[in-house]
């Protein structure tokens, strides 16, 4: 069935330094991707989409590539601040599934900032 | 404005009985999920509602069902609890009920089943 997997259970980082999470998804016909961050006690908030016609999307200190060949997801964030630790997770949609909005989550990648 | 706003916070119930959980969306928002997210894992997609009407679910018992209300608000039922259902639930909310529309989470209801 469909599913969204991450590499990288955990990522460490100094603060200042680029992160780059990445994330493998597996039905080809997924079109609309969405990265989320969610922090503990929270619900997962929005951080950047990209829709399949484009492979690289920016916004502030982030960016989204996406590489349709193989598959391959990933968040790249730039300047990387302490308040930047939570947990991340990829996620695909099929806009022509059954459920038109039901979003399918990777496993989440953890990142955690070094002061 | 306000988010996506989830009644209660936490709740703690027993096997067996049956809990009500409770999401009212982003104001101008007519399309509720609900997605179930287990301790270390991605959420789960459960239901979707838009216009009071179920638009998608997820691979979940029949023991769980859900409801919209035509404010668009939107009600999660769980019979026969079971120590597995344990999770932190959360409803998101988009504009339409389309593939590609963002969707925004509440805070999600923390459920322990003892």
């Known amino acids: 069935g469909e599913s969204v997997g991450l590499h990288l259970p955990t990522l460490s980082v100094q603060e200042g330094d680029n992160s780059i999470i990445n994330c493998a998804y597996s039905?080809?016909?997924?079109?609309?991707f969405i990265w989320y961050k969610q922090e503990s006690g929270k619900g997962p908030q929005f951080i950047i989409d990209i829709r399949s016609n484009m492979d690289k999307r920016q916004g502030q200190r982030v960016t989204v590539l996406l590489n349709k060949t193989v598959k391959h997801l990933s968040l790249q964030i730039a300047a990387t601040q302490p308040g930047d630790s939570a947990v991340y997770f990829c996620a695909e949609n099929y806009a022509g599934g059954t459920s038109y909005g039901k979003l399918t989550f990777g496993q989440g990648t953890i990142l955690t900032v070094h002061p | 404005d306000a988010g996506v706003t989830q009644s209660p916070t936490h709740l703690i119930k027993t096997r067996g009985q049956q809990v009500t959980l409770r999401c009212s969306p982003i104001s101008g928002h007519k399309s509720v999920s609900w997605y179930q997210q287990v301790l270390g894992q991605g959420p789960q997609f459960i239901f979707q509602?838009?216009?009071?009407?179920?638009?998608g679910r997820g691979n979940f018992p029949d023991r769980f069902s859900a409801r919209q209300f035509p404010n668009y608000s939107s009600e999660l039922n769980v019979n026969a609890l079971l120590l597995g259902d344990s999770a932190l639930y959360l409803c998101?909310?988009?504009?339409?009920?389309?593939?590609?529309?963002?969707?925004?989470f509440g805070p999600g209801t923390r459920l322990t089943v003892l």
């Open positions: 509602y838009y216009e009071k009407e179920e638009r």
């Open positions: 998101a909310s988009s504009l339409r009920a389309g593939g590609g529309d963002e969707q925004f």
């Open positions: 039905n080809s016909a997924s079109d609309y």
